[in-house]
């Protein structure tokens, strides 16, 4: 609700104590976050810190971020983080400020991530994680984390540009994403967490490697939206074509009956790149972590895998038969969300649980906190598939948003879930995994919380 519009006296935010002389609360946020996270979601439902000069709000409790994400939703916009981003990558349905554009072009997406859409490219993934997982026997260890987030980016990039080549290796596209993205996504966490322009335009070999990065998939997106209307022009029924997102997404008209520019094209196909890549690779991520630590619900993924898909490899129609898995893997996405802070900035003075936020402040919504409070989930911090009903494959919302909610929830949602079933069928169908001995997996909560280094050992069964 508007500032204006509230007639009672407003109350003033709970402080957060342990602020530093100019620095605020940056040294603890940047230190160990999830803590900081924690220990501010106990202090009530908006608090205010200071990030530096600036004032921030740390907003946790449930009906307040459900009222900032739906009911409030078009007064705020994504704050600076966002801005930064969309120097980078373009105004995208992701990034874009403009509420009328979002809602344009959030329609023209929605048909390439439907339903029956995301089933078609199961077989990709299901093929993706096979070709990965593969390799994994042949040698002493693997860092999960980094096959996670190279399978997610092979597995974005042939279903958006090359649904119809036949391997990784035979995708040109999947090559040039596979080569480029882990260094933006590297320099993007860099420019997040200490936006000041001047480094960037220095001439370091990192900022370098990162204008190169970013000049190669700029100069992909081109060619492939180039290319794509090529083949629908050279195909107008479609029915030689496989089809790809970017087909999905170049041929959807708005009720104007207009479509999007290439230039357009080419933002959205940034943001799916850059939304869909790291916050699946986490999650998967976390998955093999925990699963390598439990034995039991390992045993248990396996059982269902071998039940539900056997030898082959999993189709679409299997994924709802993974009724555990889907059970797991709520879980994890409960305990480590990997959009565990979302940013908003408020356009107008807003009130928000009877506090005042000034318009412009940095508001930032602890999802992390949410998930973990002990009044909403009993004993939050032990990982327990069992908490969720079989069959509940929608959890109750607004205390479970690892998606979001509101205009903005995440469109990707059916395709990561899709991928994560998958894969998870895929890897436990024939391999199990245990951790490297003594090796040690901490949280990294910078753009995306995942586990970073995830040493594992996998033998076939
Ligand atoms: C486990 C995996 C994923 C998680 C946890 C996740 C989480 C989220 C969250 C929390 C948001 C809301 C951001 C906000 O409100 O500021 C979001 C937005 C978005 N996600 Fe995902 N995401 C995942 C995978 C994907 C995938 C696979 C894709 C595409 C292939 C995708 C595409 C998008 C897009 C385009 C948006 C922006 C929507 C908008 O602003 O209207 N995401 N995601």
Same mark, same amino acid.
């Given at each position: $609700?508007?500032?204006? @519009?509230l007639e009672l &006296?407003?109350r003033?935010?709970a402080?957060?104590p342990g602020?530093w002389?100019?620095?605020?609360?940056a #040294?603890a *946020?940047?230190?160990? #976050?999830?803590?900081?996270?924690t220990?501010?979601y106990r202090a009530g439902?908006?608090?205010?810190?200071r990030l530096g000069?600036k004032?921030?709000?740390?907003v946790?409790g449930?009906d !307040?971020?459900?009222?900032?994400?739906?009911?409030?939703?078009?007064?705020?916009d994504?704050g600076?983080?966002?801005?930064q981003?969309?120097t980078? $990558?373009?105004d995208?349905v992701?990034?874009?400020a403009?509420p009328?554009?979002?809602r344009?072009?959030r329609r023209?997406l929605?048909?390439a991530?439907d339903?029956?859409?995301?089933e078609?490219?199961?077989?990709?993934?299901? &093929?993706?994680a096979?070709?990965?997982?593969g390799?994994?026997?042949t040698v002493?260890?693997?860092?999960?984390?980094?096959?996670?987030r190279?399978l997610?980016?092979?597995?974005v990039a042939?279903?958006?540009f090359d649904?119809?080549?036949?391997?990784?290796a035979?995708?040109?596209?999947a090559g =040039?994403v596979?080569?480029?993205?882990?260094t933006l996504?590297?320099?993007?966490g860099?420019?997040?967490v200490?936006?000041?322009?001047v480094?960037?335009?220095?001439p370091t070999?990192?900022n370098? !490697?990162f204008?190169r990065a970013?000049t190669d998939?700029?100069?992909?997106?081109d060619?492939m939206?180039?290319?794509?209307?090529?083949a629908? @022009?050279?195909d107008?029924?479609g029915? &030689?074509? @496989?089809h790809c997102?970017?087909d +999905?997404?170049?041929?959807?008209v708005?009720?104007?009956l207009?479509?999007m +520019?290439?230039?357009?094209?080419?933002?959205?196909i940034?943001t799916?790149?850059l939304a869909g890549?790291?916050?699946t690779?986490g =999650?998967l991520?976390?998955i093999?972590h925990v699963?390598s630590?439990?034995?039991?619900?390992q045993?248990?993924?396996?059982?269902?895998?071998?039940?539900?898909v056997g030898?082959?490899l999993?189709?679409?129609?299997?994924?709802?038969?993974?009724?555990?898995?889907r059970?797991?893997?709520?879980e994890?996405?409960?305990?480590?969300p990997?959009?565990?802070?979302?940013?908003?900035?408020p356009?107008?003075a807003?009130?928000?649980a009877d506090?005042t936020? #000034?318009?412009g402040?940095?508001?930032?919504?602890?999802?992390?906190g *949410?998930?973990?409070?002990?009044?909403?989930?009993?004993?939050p911090?032990r990982?327990?598939?069992?908490r969720?009903?079989d069959?509940e494959?929608?959890? #109750?919302?607004p205390?479970?948003?690892?998606?979001g909610?509101?205009p903005?929830?995440c469109?990707?949602?059916g395709?990561?879930?899709?991928q994560i079933?998958t894969?998870?069928a895929?890897?436990?169908?024939?391999?199990?995994v245990?951790?490297?001995?003594a090796s040690?997996?901490?949280?990294?909560?910078?753009?995306?919380?995942?586990?970073?280094?995830?040493?594992?050992i996998?033998?076939?069964r």
């Open positions: $609700m508007t500032a204006s @519009a &006296q407003p003033r935010a402080r957060m602020a002389p100019l620095l605020g609360h #040294p *946020l940047l230190r160990d #976050p999830l803590r900081f996270l220990r501010a439902d908006v608090v205010s810190l000069p004032a921030a709000y740390l946790n449930q !307040a971020i459900k009222q900032i994400l739906v009911a409030d939703a078009a007064r705020y994504k600076f983080q966002f801005d981003l969309r980078l $990558m373009g995208g992701g990034t874009t403009d009328v554009k979002h344009r072009q023209l929605r048909p991530f339903h029956a859409h995301v078609t490219y199961v077989p990709v993934m299901a &093929q993706a096979q070709e990965a997982a390799r994994w026997p002493p260890s693997i860092d999960a984390g980094a096959e996670m190279a997610s980016m092979s597995v042939r279903a958006m649904v119809g080549a036949g391997t990784s035979e995708s040109p596209a =040039t596979l080569a480029a993205l882990p996504l590297g320099g993007m860099r420019r997040a200490l936006p000041l322009p480094l960037d335009r220095l070999p990192g370098r !490697a204008d970013l998939l700029d100069a992909l997106a060619r939206v180039a290319e794509r209307r090529a629908a @022009a050279a107008p029924s029915a &030689q074509t @496989a997102l970017l +999905t997404i170049l041929a959807a708005d009720d104007d207009r479509g +520019t290439d230039a357009q094209a080419h933002d959205e940034m799916v790149l890549t790291e916050t690779a =999650t991520s976390w093999l699963l630590g439990d034995p039991e619900s045993r248990e993924v396996q059982r269902e895998a071998e039940q539900v030898a082959s999993p189709r679409a129609a299997d994924l709802s038969a993974l009724r555990f898995t059970r797991l893997v709520t994890v996405l409960r305990l480590y990997a959009g565990w802070i979302l940013g908003r900035r356009m107008e807003m009130s928000v506090v936020i #000034p318009a402040a940095q508001v930032l919504l602890n999802f992390y *949410l998930h973990r409070d002990p009044e909403i989930y009993t004993d911090y990982f327990d598939p069992g969720w009903q069959g494959t929608d959890p #109750p919302r205390h479970f948003l690892p998606f909610l509101g903005h929830a469109l990707g949602e395709f990561a879930m899709s079933l894969t998870v895929v890897v436990f169908s024939r391999y199990t245990r951790p490297v001995p040690v997996v901490r949280p990294v909560a910078r753009i995306t919380l995942h586990p970073g280094v995830v040493p594992l996998v033998e076939e």
